[in-house]
């Protein structure tokens, strides 16, 4: 991704990602090569000539549907070698290269959750969504923009680890403490790491998360217990549909988990 990343500083696509045009070096660095596709940004053509259909994005097979190749295939086929490096296997296969493109082209068809092959791949789901997008306006605009929920993540996972155990903690504590003024304090501290969860649940496309830390934020609102309803409603409808959570909707809560924090405070 980091090559990947530089290659489109200098403007150049590459279109043509697979696992056999990536090198490892003695040290393990890996090497993209085979720029026989490449193509310079805006200059870059629809031909889909020496494309692997296992690996080719909807836009390489279809442009008139999904319109022209650009930096954006190139996300696309890096979230196929991701995906392939995370459960051995692709998202689309078939008896024939037709049944594959099939696959790949259709909008209804959508590839399987890394945690569909191993459960404890859920963390990377969000990802997905937007990695393998069909349409490219749906995926990341960038892959810097994928490295840093790739960062934003593994800060996750931290903060998780250690949001638990303090959630958890003060639970206990508020329910043994009869200091009515302790308590509030407590319960504000409580809010604010529930907040941030959810916060960063919706910034990482985690909506599993996301929808678990805002229950435990309608206990301590009255205020805007509608509106956390409202956005878990809204959250559920998109992982049934399988869509990614939008920037409009990461700041719709971020704003909800401020005012709930407000509310508290008061």
Request: charged share 35%; no cysteine.
């Amino acid at each position: 991704a980091e090559g990947l990343k530089h290659a489109h500083s200098k403007g150049i696509i590459h279109r043509d990602l697979k696992p056999g045009n990536i090198l490892l070096k003695a040290n393990l660095t890996p090497k993209i090569t085979d720029w026989g596709l490449a193509k310079i940004g805006t200059h870059s053509t629809t031909t889909t000539s020496g494309v692997t259909v296992l690996y080719a994005a909807p836009e390489q097979l279809d442009p008139e549907t999904y319109g022209r190749t650009d930096h954006r295939t190139d996300v696309y086929q890096l979230g196929l070698i991701f995906y392939e490096l995370l459960t051995g296997k692709l998202p689309y296969g078939g008896n024939s290269p037709a049944s594959v493109i099939a696959k790949i082209l259709n909008p209804e068809t959508k590839p399987k959750p890394p945690s569909a092959v191993r459960p404890e791949l859920a963390k990377y789901d969000g990802l997905f969504e937007k990695l393998l997008a069909k349409r490219k306006e749906d995926r990341y605009g960038s892959v810097e923009e994928f490295l840093e929920d790739l960062k934003l993540l593994r800060r996750l996972e931290g903060e998780r680890t250690d949001l638990k155990g303090q959630i958890e903690e003060l639970k206990k504590t508020i329910q043994v403490t009869t200091d009515r003024s302790e308590v509030q304090r407590l319960v504000r501290k409580l809010v604010e790491g529930l907040g941030r969860n959810a916060v960063l649940s919706a910034r990482l496309n985690d909506k599993a998360g996301l929808i678990s830390a805002l229950e435990e934020l309608k206990e301590f609102t009255r205020e805007e217990r509608g509106e956390v309803e409202r956005a878990i409603e809204t959250v559920e409808l998109l992982l049934r549909e399988g869509l990614p959570i939008s920037p409009e909707l990461v700041e719709r809560v971020e704003v909800l988990v401020d005012r709930i924090k407000r509310e508290v405070e008061r």
